[in-house]
């Protein structure tokens, strides 16, 4: 929760996350269509979307908080809980998958001890299957953060998950 | 001025990033100072050139010396013996994978020799962050040429004249879109360009952004004046950050010279142009999807008529093209559809990007000119199977589209003749599959893929693809029953026919495909409980042949103590006891185990 209505602890004024969340409302008013620009910036501010934050763009929006929520739950980019520091997405696309996406999946799971779709509890990692992120040329791949990996080996993967803190 | 003698060009595209072609530029940056070449010899960051399974990619001209599989430590070599003393770096260059000769020239290598590089001409070729290069090779000439020398009709008829077919899939003729688009009177209208490339699989869209984002761009514009829209929107996949940053920058380089904005070349014609990003569901690649999710709304398709053409975007007529399709506009302008239809076949003009991945020596991208034939593309540009192993079959067309077995190789590629094979052209996913695949385990893949797709608005295809899938896992599982494949088959016919969008109405392809040319094995999965393959881990059965030497490591490492046996003698699995989980097999080292 983050208590987007809290006060600042140190000062009490004005939340500083709400200061930004106002600025991207700012941003966007006006403008038709602009609902998923808005919580896709929300998103990348928090990392997530929290529900009291949804809530406050609601009613900032007039955008009634079901669409809001029918709208978050569709796409698979869009996320309610909170999510690790690092995202590994392993590419399932067809050019993987022919070529051991499943395996580099599996190892991953046994590494970090958690199942795709879950966050470990350092937060340090979220696991998350993707279908395809272009690069398939290199399959097996995986993303994390913004960094592409490819042609990984189930041997590759303890050296390339190290750097990400 | 100084004389450029040499242009180092490093590949940028997504590929070779990832393999630190970033370094590579940074390594030649600082080398062509250190041997004071910096004046004479120009550094260049380009677009993916289509072969990432190589990069980092390096070319040298005007030579056009092509250097594979760079690394940092390999670029003082270059720039000293290369470009300093002029003697190329020959355990960089290319080797053959079936015949292991080195190739030095790019233009000599299997890979591109029979291609026909129009849409991708650029790509690799130019730096797509400057605008001067694309119009240096002759960029926006197209666009001047509509809007100063040409009536809109006259540009629709041009298109229509070039038989252009959309590239997104449905290959639906280009110039009678626009006809369409262009008659519906309103006071405003939009251009969409879908970047969505959600086929798992594909990535010549990719490249094309990456590589070349201003020839979509005047495509688009080129639109936008034939139908009568001053609005366009790009609406592409958040999963691709590079192709998003390199068409912001095309789109204020463009603005900033006037080629899109207010008053373009003094016509009169306005084209502003907006970018949309994606946000993960591949159901908004579906055209009705798109555009709800342009407006903000869950991206659910919409039954058709009304078509875009009449009412699209917030109502208004919209055209919507693929990237590719975009990609093909300006050179139709500018060289003319006569032209245009040397390439390809009679009802398919024109050429293709493919994109070939699986179990093939030379993964990429490849444009070819339509109805060469899939052995063409899989044997002399793909360079055949890797390993040395024996072609099963190659997908075409995505989770729409189909298997395509050894027999039909020689079937040429366009449109009709491979919807009339059980295949579809979709975006040009070619994945290759060799002996080692299951068909079976192949359904069930992209089945799984459109099930968990399904936007879920109508039944047929929420239920029954779930229905479908869960068949294909019991297949799989070793549960298969007997009645199992007309059931599938029954179920497909039904989706087919009843499913609102292209999603649900092409889902059981594969299914389908694989059911036509595959038949045997799944009728081994279902009556014997095998998989030919032995991909199918419940279905696998391990055992130890007579390569044992009886050193004792796979029965150590079996977490079961499912192997006996005495050492220095064979051992035995106990197959009741096995959980097939492979550990056996990896620790062997005579490669005793088999699995099957
Ligand atoms: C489920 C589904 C996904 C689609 N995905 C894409 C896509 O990723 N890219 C694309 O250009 N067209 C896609 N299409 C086709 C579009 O609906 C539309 O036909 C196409 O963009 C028209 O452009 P074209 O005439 O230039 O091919 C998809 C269709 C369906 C039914
Ligand atoms: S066919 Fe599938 S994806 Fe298309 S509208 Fe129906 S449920 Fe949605
Ligand atoms: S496959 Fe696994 S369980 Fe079966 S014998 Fe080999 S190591 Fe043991
Ligand atoms: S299938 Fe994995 S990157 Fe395309
Ligand atoms: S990214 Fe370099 S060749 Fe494709």
């Known amino acids: 929760m983050s208590l987007i209505n809290q006060k600042c602890s140190c000062c009490g004024g004005e939340n500083p996350e709400k200061v930004q969340v106002d600025a991207i409302l700012a941003k966007y008013e006006g403008k038709k269509g602009s609902l998923i620009p808005i919580l896709q910036e929300v998103q990348s501010l928090y990392n997530y979307l929290p529900k009291d934050v949804l809530e406050y763009v609601a009613s900032k929006t007039g955008v009634p908080i079901s669409e809001i929520y029918g709208v978050v739950t569709f796409y698979s980019l869009f996320h309610l809980n909170p999510r690790g520091r690092n995202i590994i997405r392993v590419c399932q696309g067809t050019a993987c998958h022919v070529r051991g996406g499943k395996l580099i999946l599996q190892a991953l799971e046994k590494e970090l001890g958690i199942k795709a779709g879950h966050t470990t509890e350092d937060l340090r990692y979220t696991l998350e299957t993707v279908a395809c992120i272009g690069a398939c040329g290199l399959a097996p791949v995986m993303q994390i953060n913004d960094d592409t990996h490819g042609r990984l080996t189930p041997d590759k993967l303890p050296a390339i998950l190290k750097r990400y803190q | ?315 208004k007529p919209t055209n919507i093209n693929n990237v590719e399709t975009f990609a093909n506009v300006a050179q139709i302008i500018v060289n003319g559809a006569d032209w245009y239809c040397q390439y390809g076949t009679e009802r398919s003009k024109g050429t293709k990007v493919f994109a070939l991945t699986g179990k093939i020596n030379n993964t990429g991208l490849a444009e070819v000119p339509m109805g060469i034939t899939m052995r063409e593309i899989i044997y002399d540009i793909g360079g055949g199977i890797t390993n040395g192993k024996k072609f099963k079959a190659v997908q075409i067309g995505g989770p729409s589209g189909g298997c395509l077995p050894e027999s039909m190789l020689d079937l040429p590629v366009d449109y009709d003749s491979l919807i009339a094979a059980g295949a579809m052209m979709g975006s040009g996913g070619l994945v290759v599959m060799d002996e080692d695949t299951c068909m079976v385990d192949v359904a069930k893949f992209f089945l799984n893929f459109t099930q968990s797709e399904s936007c879920g608005k109508c039944t047929p295809c929420r239920e029954g693809t779930k229905r479908m899938l869960e068949i294909l896992t019991r297949i799989t599982e070793g549960q298969g029953r007997e009645g199992d494949i007309e059931l599938l088959e029954n179920l497909a016919k039904n989706i087919k026919e009843t499913a609102l969008c292209g999603l649900g109405q092409t889902a059981p392809n594969p299914v389908l495909s694989t059911l036509k040319y595959f038949r045997d094995e799944y009728e081994a999965h279902i009556k014997e409980k095998r998989c030919p393959a032995g991909v199918c881990e419940k279905l696998a059965s391990y055992t130890i042949t007579d390569a044992c030497r009886g050193c004792g490591l796979c029965a150590r490492n ?38 099957g």
Not at chain 2, 40 to 52: K, Q, R
């Open chain 2, 1 to 315: 001025m100084q004389h450029i003698r040499a242009h180092v060009l490093v590949c940028g595209g997504t590929g070779c990033k990832s393999a630190g072609s970033k370094e590579i530029q940074l390594g030649f940056a600082k080398y062509l100072e250190e041997y004071g070449l910096q004046n004479e010899v120009m550094l260049v960051e380009t677009g993916c050139h289509g072969f990432c399974e190589h990069g980092p990619l390096v070319i040298v001209y005007p030579e056009g010396t092509f250097y594979c599989h760079v690394k940092p430590e390999d670029v003082k070599e270059i720039v000293e013996s290369h470009l300093y003393k002029g003697r190329i770096v020959e355990r960089l260059l290319y080797r053959e994978p079936l015949s292991h000769e080195q190739v030095p020239n790019y233009s000599e290598i299997g890979f591109y020799k029979k291609q026909q590089r129009l849409v991708l001409a650029n790509c690799g070729a130019i730096n797509p962050e400057m605008i001067e290069e694309y119009i240096a090779v002759g960029g926006y000439e197209a666009l001047a040429k509509a809007v100063t020398t040409m009536t809109p009709e006259e540009v629709v008829d041009e298109v229509k004249k070039s038989g252009l077919r959309g590239r997104g899939g449905g290959g639906f003729p280009t110039g009678m879109k626009w006809q369409f688009a262009k008659n519906s009177v309103s006071d405003k209208k939009y251009v969409i360009c879908n970047a969505d490339e959600g086929d798992p699989g594909a990535f010549m869209d990719r490249s094309v952004l990456e590589g070349d984002p201003h020839r979509v761009l005047e495509g688009m514009a080129i639109c936008g004046y034939a139908i009568g829209a001053d609005e366009g929107y790009i609406y592409v996949r958040a999963e691709y950050p590079l192709a998003i940053k390199r068409l912001r920058t095309a789109i204020e380089q463009a603005e900033k010279m006037g080629l899109l904005g207010e008053n373009i070349f003094g016509s009169g014609f306005n084209f502003t142009l907006h970018i949309k990003e994606g946000a993960g569901a591949f159901v908004c690649g579906e055209e009705t999807a798109l555009m709800a999710s342009i407006e903000g709304k869950r991206g659910m398709p919409r039954p058709r008529p009304p078509f875009p053409a009449v009412s699209g975007l917030w109502g």
């Open chain 2, 558 to 595: 079996c977490p079961v103590q499912a192997i006996s046996g005495k050492i220095k003698e064979k051992h035995v699995i106990n197959q009741d006891i096995c959980i097939k989980c492979g550990a056996c097999m990896a620790a062997c080292p005579f490669k005793a185990i088999t699995k």
